[in-house]
């Protein structure tokens, strides 16, 4: 990730990243929580890392809704990859057991939970949860970063 975006996200107050993620989370997976496909998170913690923006947050469902908070030190799971990697298994273009087994997300603790995330992730259509205009963003950033992700293992390759 690009250091400039490190240091906004660093700069930006704790409250509007959490409010923020919080929203949406809710209006993205609105339907998903009214189906109960999140139920496995229910009033459990799973934390998500990412790890190149030393940004991590926690999401619990409470009431039919999605809980953020910053920065947990009580997560039952914790995933964990680069905004790259993350982009990638979103838009569908790399599925988590890919990343998994290259040791590009790593998950710890609860594994029962750890494995509904991953279910979860694997069954995730962004395309039809996001607007347009979000999915088609994160689709060329996914994009980019696997055209660089090819570029540098075919130069470890020649080295």
């Given amino acids: 990730m690009h250091p400039l975006t490190r240091k906004a996200i660093k700069l930006l107050h704790r409250h509007f990243i959490q409010t923020s993620l919080s929203i949406w989370l809710n209006k993205i997976f609105k339907a998903a929580v009214a189906r109960g ?5 229910e009033q459990r913690k799973v934390c998500i890392c990412v790890t190149d923006l030393a940004l991590d947050f926690s ?6 809704l999605l809980c953020v908070a910053l920065f947990p030190s009580d997560a039952e799971v914790k ?18 057991d890919t990343l998994f087994f290259r040791r590009r997300l ?4 609860d594994t ?15 395309k039809s949860l996001l607007p347009a205009y979000f999915y088609s963003v994160l689709n060329q950033l996914a994009e980019e970063f696997s055209a660089q992700q090819k ?7 020649v080295a």
């Fill in 37 to 41: 496909e999140l139920q496995f998170v």
């Fill in 59 to 64: 999401v619990s469902l409470k009431k039919s």
């Fill in 79 to 96: 995933l964990s990859a680069n905004t790259g990697d993350l982009l990638l298994m979103i838009t569908g273009k790399v599925d988590p």
């Fill in 106 to 109: 790593m998950i710890s603790g």
């Fill in 112 to 126: 029962e939970l750890g494995l509904g995330l991953k279910n979860f992730f694997d069954r995730l259509d962004a």
């Fill in 151 to 157: 570029q540098k293992e075919a130069a470890a390759r």
